[in-house]
């Protein structure tokens, strides 16, 4: 803690202050000049990331060629058959009758007893082991093979004597292509194939395991065959039931699938009940479907033009520069806002990389490319090439000029075109190499690159990119400024004390003068 002008009376500490603030201007500038910098990092970064969601939504969106080739599928008896559009690329038309249902194989165990021939209840899964229960005959490990429709070997499970029987039906249901359950009111395991298919559920074991549970069927069921009323089941006996494949008549072709729910020429069919007559579809292009992603593409960059030319044409105020903490502390939060977005203002004006690209992307929304007509044709009765241009779609570029560049749509054209030639649509926009989307996404990730040189990516080091290296050169002359000017305060203060100690002296000897003239009289 310094107290000054004690001998001199002045104010030591407010004069060198005042002196300091007038040393600190230079310093002061390179701040400023290195939060300006930082803004401008920011606002680089912010757009490579825009771009680089813009690039993906494009892959993902017009660049594929299902985005163009969705359907409505319409079907008589939607109750007994549902067909679902999946990336088609041709209409799909026809009749389907459905002879059976595709199954699932069940096996149904006979009643479980213990050692006093009680039945199993659910507690004793939770209470009591197999051993305990008379279901395991020896202390030796166990191997319970279960098999499926579908599966070409069994799988092996290894039980322990110790095991309880929720055990077992635990690694049933997690390692097996089966589902497993007790049923504490009948006394019985019930297990079924997770997956439909023609065949049987199949269990052995090492051991005893199997019979012990009573998992081996003497007799398979197949449930196409009606059971009659008047035989009497045993209700204690271990049943098997087929699992069955579905059968159907497709476009005349008699067929079978495994599943229910199955893929044909792109299409998913789900067949859901028997049919007794022929179920007949059709499939047209979703031109809602379609029009919408075409208009979500235009939108899109419609959007993002907007945005980098406001960012490329943004006014800079030079006279508004970044504030320091002292010029803040004397402002509203409100007035250090207004007066920040000036600042901050003009970041990236007048950016090469970023005109040249949207000057590119004017140009690539004029493209015309070789397509075919609606009947496959690429030659039209002129003999000259079938080409197709947005201006085609009823979209052109607005002659707006203040709009720079954004597209308008003729919607009744574009819906008109889509309906027409869906494929065509896709050659122009999503075609690969020649399409307009793909001369998009190359002009964006070009200026991502041009981006990321001059402001790096946010794990990048700031010698790896021209804005992070003058940051740290700033860095550098800031470090030397700070030295320069605690060195210059310090030399302030030991000038300011050795005249304050001048002075002291100075008044010790007028003192001792007086004392001494008064002495004498």
């Known amino acids: 803690m310094r107290i000054g002008g004690l001998a001199s009376g002045i104010d030591t500490e407010s004069i060198i202050r005042d002196m300091m603030k007038a040393h600190r201007i230079p310093l002061d500038k390179i701040t400023q000049k290195k939060q300006y910098t930082q803004w401008q990092l920011d606002d680089y970064r912010s757009t490579n990331r825009d771009l680089r969601k813009s690039s993906d939504k494009l892959f993902d969106t017009v660049m594929k060629q299902s985005t163009y080739m969705q359907k409505n599928v319409s079907v008589s008896d939607e109750k007994a058959v549902s067909i679902t559009a999946k990336g088609s690329t041709s209409d799909f038309s026809g009749t389907i009758e459905v002879k059976r249902l595709a199954t699932q194989a069940t096996l149904q165990s006979g009643v479980l007893k213990d050692n006093g021939d009680v039945k199993i209840s659910g507690e004793d899964i939770q209470n009591k082991s197999l051993a305990q229960l008379g279901l395991f005959t020896g202390d030796d490990d166990q191997t319970l093979n279960v098999k499926v429709p579908g599966s070409t070997d069994a799988t092996p499970l290894t039980i322990k004597s110790t095991d309880k029987l929720s055990d077992v039906l635990k690694q049933i249901n997690e390692k097996t292509g089966a589902s497993a359950f007790f049923d504490s009111e009948s006394g019985k395991i019930a297990i079924s194939s997770k997956n439909s298919g023609e065949g049987a559920i199949e269990i052995d074991s090492t051991g005893d395991l199997a019979q012990k549970l009573r998992l081996i069927p003497a007799t398979v069921t197949d449930p196409n065959i009606p059971v009659d009323p008047d035989v009497t089941i045993d209700q204690d006996i271990p049943r098997s039931t087929l699992g069955m494949d579905a059968k159907f008549t497709f476009n005349g072709l008699e067929t079978t699938r495994s599943s229910n729910t199955f893929t044909i020429n792109g299409f998913e069919v789900s067949l859901k009940q028997k049919t007794d007559s022929p179920v ?73 990389a970023i005109s040249s690209m949207l000057n590119n992307l004017r140009s690539i929304m004029t493209t015309t490319v070789n397509t075919t007509d609606k009947n496959g044709k690429s030659v039209g009765e002129d003999g000259k090439p079938i080409t197709i241009s947005l201006k085609d779609l009823g979209i052109e570029t607005s002659k707006n000029y203040l709009d720079n560049g954004k597209l308008t749509i003729n919607e009744d054209k574009l819906r008109a075109k889509i309906s027409e030639n869906p494929n065509a649509v896709y050659d122009l926009i999503g075609g690969k190499d020649k399409g307009i989307a793909q001369k998009y996404r190359t002009e964006l990730q070009d200026a991502q690159k041009k981006i990321t040189v001059k402001a790096g990516s946010s794990t990048a080091v700031n010698d790896t990119f021209a804005l992070g290296r003058s940051m740290k050169n700033m860095d550098k002359q800031i470090e030397r400024f700070e030295t320069k000017l605690q060195m210059m305060e310090s030399r302030y203060y030991k000038q300011f004390n050795a005249m304050e100690q001048a002075i002291q002296r100075a008044n010790s000897q007028s003192a001792a003068l007086m004392s001494s003239l008064g002495g004498g009289m």
Request: net charge negative; charged share 40%.
């Open 280 to 352: 007949s579809f059709s499939s047209s292009t979703n031109t809602e479907k379609v029009f919408d992603s075409v208009v979500e593409f235009v939108n899109d960059y419609n959007e993002m033009i907007e945005k980098l030319n406001s960012k490329i044409k943004e006014k800079e105020f030079k006279s508004f520069h970044p504030l320091s903490a002292e010029e803040k502390s004397d402002m509203k939060e409100k007035e250090i806002e207004l007066w920040e977005e000036k600042a901050k203002s003009g970041t990236m004006k007048g950016d090469p």
